[in-house]
């Protein structure tokens, strides 16, 4: 069954913004955490944001920093990813990913232990 599907992406201008959307199969607090992450070509995926559904406790890649914004709608059991001020740099592949493994051995949520994955929605950022 696929747990998570994302939808949002699509190509911007420079200094505009994009909101990104998963979907989940279950309930969003039955997971322990949402990601986002995301891959530009010839690069290795990274960890862009991160909510954890108890608390709500939100985390970010310092290259995003107050401009990305993670959030959660139980209610529709979905994850948003609201991107601001974009910058070509932010042009990749996005991916919602959930239920993070690595917090049983202390990892940080930016490692790629994640039980499900999305499929990936592109972004693109024209200057």
């Known amino acids: 069954q696929v747990q998570l599907v994302e939808s949002g992406g699509g190509s911007v201008q420079g200094g505009g913004s994009l909101t990104l959307s998963c979907s989940t199969a279950?309930?969003?607090?039955?997971?322990?955490?949402m990601g986002w992450f995301r891959q530009a070509p010839g690069q290795e995926r990274e960890g862009v944001a991160a909510?954890?559904?108890?608390?709500?406790?939100?985390y970010y890649a310092d290259s995003v920093k107050g401009r990305f914004i993670i959030s959660k709608d139980d209610g529709k059991n979905t994850v948003y990813l609201q991107m601001n001020s974009l910058k070509p740099e932010d042009a990749a592949v996005y991916y919602c990913?959930?239920?993070?493994?690595?917090?049983?051995?202390?990892?940080?949520?930016?490692?790629?232990?994640?039980?499900?994955w999305g499929q990936g929605t592109q972004v693109t950022v024209s200057s």
């Open positions: 909510i954890y559904t108890a608390g709500a406790s939100t």
């Open positions: 279950r309930p969003t607090y039955s997971y322990n955490c």
């Open positions: 990913a959930a239920e993070f493994r690595g917090e049983r051995y202390g990892g940080t949520w930016t490692d790629p232990d994640w039980e499900y």
